[in-house]
Each structure stands twice: as C-alpha cells, then as structure tokens.
Antibody
Framework: QMQLQQWGAGLLKPSETLSLTCAIY????????WSWIRQPPGKGLEWIGE???????NYNPSLKSRVTISVDTSKNQLSLKLSSVTAADTAVYYC??????????WGQGTLVTVSS | EIVLTQSPATLSLSPGERATLSCRAS??????LAWYQQKAGQAPRPLIY???NRATGIPARFSGSGSGTDFTLTISSLEPADFAVYYC?????????FGQGTRLEIK
C-alpha cells in the first residue's frame, strides 16, 4: 500500500520561502503526475501545480512566478518551494498522486502558517 | 481558467435519504471530472473519476453522472459516515480547478 509522508517548516515570516517535502513509500515516481494542493483554513481546495517524469511541470498561473516543484528520484521524494510568502499563503498543503482521472493517494497534509 | 460551481452550498438530510449534489463547469470539460469527500482534519478521499467511475473501495451507494458542463454526485441512501464536505475537480484544462464544495450535514 503506497503512502505519502510530508514534512516541512510550519511557521514562516512574510517574504520567506516555504519548503515542503513529500516522500513516496511503496510506489514509484515514474508514470504518474504528482501534485501539490493547498487549503486555507476553513476554505476550499486550490491546485498549486504538478510534475511528471517525462511531461515536466505545470503550475497554477496565480502562483507560477513563485512556485517550484521538483523531484529527487533517487530518494523518491517530491518537493515544493513557494517564495515570498504572505499571510494569504497560510494553508494546509497536500501532496498527492494523480493516476488516471483523480488524485488517488494523498499525503497527511502540512499546516503552514505565515505570520510576523 | 475553468470555474466549477457546486450547489447547493449546504445540504441538510437525514440518514437513509438520497443526496444529490451538483457541479457545473463554466465550459465543457467532457467527462474529466472527479469527486472527493473530505472530513474535518483529513485529506480528501477520492470517490469518483471521469464523471462516472467509482474509485477503489468506494461503496456502490455513491454514483456519478453527467458530461459536458453538468455533473451530479448521488448518494443513494445516506449513512452517518457520509456527512462531510464534497468537492468536484476538473482535469480538462490547466490549471486544474476545484468547486467550492458542498457541505452535507445531518438534518
């Protein structure tokens, strides 16, 4: 059974860079899209972007100038970096695998709070 | 960007009743629509993909229908565990987008 385990700094100051890692256990990176999705407290889901081993990356235009999604295949790890954060970036961040038509495996979520 | 509009925002029903949740796309997305269930403090759980296909392990009381711009998630007979927030998601065009959610609450 595949599992996604996330970690990263939970408290940032404005203008800092958010950095999260998602480790893939019991599965392979190849052949799938891997997404980052976030959810502000009490609000809905927002797709941040995705990476595929051969198709590259796609980002939400609303975040594109600040986002980098990458993968370390040797460690089976996915990462997210979001620069110049503000309070509006406070959210629970999820990594997820997309297989076929939906995100079928999700990480446990990481709450990132941006506060001075 | 494709906008998904879910209705109603909140649906109040009793266990055993039938739930019908709607998701409307701002333009045609063929059948590239998924549904998720989310409970407080948990990651979303995949329910339906490509509009009509149940994800692995999803009970038969959950069904999806629709194509183009209008989609429906139906729960045939509500069980206590079904009361949650439901989101639709499209993958027809980048950026992928989600609806704002429908909260299904116990009446």
């Amino acid at each position: 059974q595949m599992q996604l385990q996330q970690w990263g700094a939970g408290l940032l100051k404005p203008s800092e860079t958010l950095s999260l890692t998602c480790a893939i256990y019991g599965g392979s990176f190849s052949g799938y899209y891997w997404s980052w999705i976030r959810q502000p407290p009490g609000k809905g889901l927002e797709w941040i972007g995705e990476i595929h081993h051969s198709d590259g990356t796609n980002y939400n235009p609303s975040l594109k100038s600040r986002v980098t999604i990458s993968v370390d295949t040797s460690k089976n790890q996915l990462s997210l970096k979001l620069s110049s954060v503000t309070a509006a970036d406070t959210a629970v961040y999820y990594c997820a695998r997309r297989a076929g038509g939906l995100e079928d495996y999700w990480g446990q979520g990481t709450l990132v709070t941006v506060s001075s | 960007e494709i906008v998904l509009t879910q209705s109603p925002a909140t649906l109040s029903l009793s266990p055993g009743e039938r739930a019908t949740l709607s998701c409307r796309a701002s333009q045609s997305i063929s059948n590239y629509l998924a549904w998720y269930q989310q409970k407080a403090g948990q990651a979303p759980r995949p329910l339906i993909y490509d509009a009509t296909n149940r994800a692995t392990g999803i009970p038969a009381r959950f069904s999806g229908s629709g194509s183009g711009t209008d989609f429906t998630l139906t729960i045939s007979s509500l069980e206590p565990a079904d009361f949650a927030v439901y989101y639709c998601q499209q993958r027809s065009n980048w950026p992928l987008t989600f609806g704002q959610g429908t909260r299904l609450e116990i009446k």
